[in-house]
Nanobody, 126 residues
């Protein structure tokens, strides 16, 4: 079993930054790819970013490329999402997830991930 806990969400103005963290416990996740997804009010959950187990390969949704950066610290069993130049359309609940069934590049497909955090709210005001 893996428990994931996100933190770092909040209320910011457009153009500001936030750094989300996702701490894993119960089992090391350093061997597995991880991802961030988000769900805005009235919308389906969507892919944001993914990272390979080593951190050497990252994948981003087109809407966040150049503004959001995913990284990980395997010694701390933690993955991060640095969010810069935030826009009102980034407002959502952000979830981290881990895929314990593969060892390669993180998938953009939600159903590939088997453990999820409870989410952290990010609100960006214009």
């Amino acid at each position: 079993q893996v428990q994931l806990v996100e933190s770092g969400g909040g209320f910011v103005q457009a153009g500001e930054s936030l750094r989300l963290s996702c701490a894993a416990s119960g089992r090391t996740v350093s061997r597995y790819p991880m991802g961030w997804f988000r769900q805005a009010p009235g919308k389906e959950r969507e892919f944001v970013a993914a990272i390979s187990w080593s951190g050497g390969t990252t994948t981003y949704a087109d809407s966040v490329k150049g503004r959001l950066t995913i990284s990980r610290d395997n010694a701390k069993n933690t993955v991060y999402l640095q969010m810069n130049s935030l826009k009102p359309e980034d407002t959502a609940v952000y979830y981290c997830a881990v895929d314990t069934h593969r060892y390669g590049i993180g998938s953009i497909v939600e159903s590939e991930y088997d453990y999820w955090g409870q989410g952290t709210q990010v609100t960006v005001s214009s």
